[in-house]
Nanobody, 121 residues
Framework: VQLMESGGGLVQSGGSLRLSCAAS????????MAWYRQSPGKQRELVAG???????HYAESVQGRFTISRNIDERRLYLQMNNLFPDDGGVYYC????????????????WGQGTQVTVSS
C-alpha cells in the first residue's frame, strides 16, 4: 500500500488549500479513509473521515470549513480546507483502513508521509 499526500503549503489566515492523497495497492472502494493532522506539541488528531463510502465525520473544530471527498476512479482522497486558522497548521496525513465501529473511530494501518500546512496570522 502506498499513500502520497500533496497540496500542503503556506497560506494566510482565512485562505484555502486542497489536499490530495493518491492511493495504490489498496481496494479504494471498500476501505474507510480519513485525514489526520499533527500539530507541534499536540497529539495526532482526526480531522475528517469517510466511512462506508457515504458517511462523513468531521472534527468539531473544522466543521463547516473543511470538506472531505474522494474520487474512486482516480483513487484519490481530498480535503478541501477553507477559512483556515493558524491552529489548523500541522502535518496532515492520509489514513486508510480507518476503523469506525460502535461509534468509535480508530486509526487504520496505512499512512502517507504527510504534507505540511502552515497558516500565517
Amino acid at each position: 500500500v502506498q499513500l502520497m499526500e500533496s497540496g500542503g503549503g503556506l497560506v494566510q489566515s482565512g485562505g484555502s488549500l486542497r489536499l490530495s492523497c493518491a492511493a495504490s495497492g489498496i481496494d479504494f472502494r471498500v476501505n474507510n479513509m480519513a485525514w489526520y493532522r499533527q500539530s507541534p506539541g499536540k497529539q495526532r488528531e482526526l480531522v475528517a473521515g469517510i466511512f462506508d463510502g457515504v458517511r462523513r465525520h468531521y472534527a468539531e473544530s473544522v466543521q463547516g470549513r473543511f470538506t472531505i471527498s474522494r474520487n474512486i476512479d482516480e483513487r484519490r482522497l481530498y480535503l478541501q480546507m477553507n477559512n483556515l486558522f493558524p491552529d489548523d497548521g500541522g502535518v496532515y496525513y492520509c489514513n486508510m483502513g480507518t476503523i469506525h465501529r460502535a461509534g468509535r473511530i480508530a486509526e487504520g494501518p496505512y499512512w502517507g508521509q504527510g504534507t505540511q500546512v502552515t497558516v500565517s496570522s
